[in-house]
């Protein structure tokens, strides 16, 4: 069974900075792809990004050139780098990977940039 958890979410104005970590327990985390997605409220979960061992790292449109994923095998932790936060970057934020045959999330970190 694997543990994932978020933190370092957080309240920032329009154009600062934040940098989430997401810690496995029970599994490494140089799985084939480590994903970010995002869920604000009354909205549908959407995709943020990817660490893959076969490509390296992916990003949705919204958030290409701001945000940076990468992990350190040593901490087994993902992080998620996010500068220049809009309004529009307002979600919990969730960590996701397969590790065998499940799927299994973080239970999320509240990110809030105001307006």
């Known amino acids: 069974q694997v543990q994932l958890l978020e933190s370092g979410g957080g309240l920032v104005q329009p154009g600062e900075s934040l940098t989430l970590s997401c810690a496995a327990v029970g599994g490494g985390v140089n799985v084939l792809e480590m994903n970010w997605y995002r869920q604000a409220p009354g909205k549908q979960r959407e995709y943020v990004a990817s660490?893959?061992?076969?490509?390296?790292?992916r990003y949705a449109d919204s958030v290409k050139g701001r945000f940076t994923v990468s992990k350190v095998i040593s901490e087994n932790t993902v992080y998620l780098q996010m500068l220049n936060l809009k309004p529009d970057d307002t979600a919990v934020y969730y960590c996701?990977?397969?590790?065998?045959?499940?799927?299994?999330w973080g239970p999320g970190t509240q990110v809030t940039v105001s307006s």
């Open positions: 996701n990977g397969v590790f065998g045959d499940y799927n299994f």
């Open positions: 660490i893959t061992r076969a490509y390296g790292s």
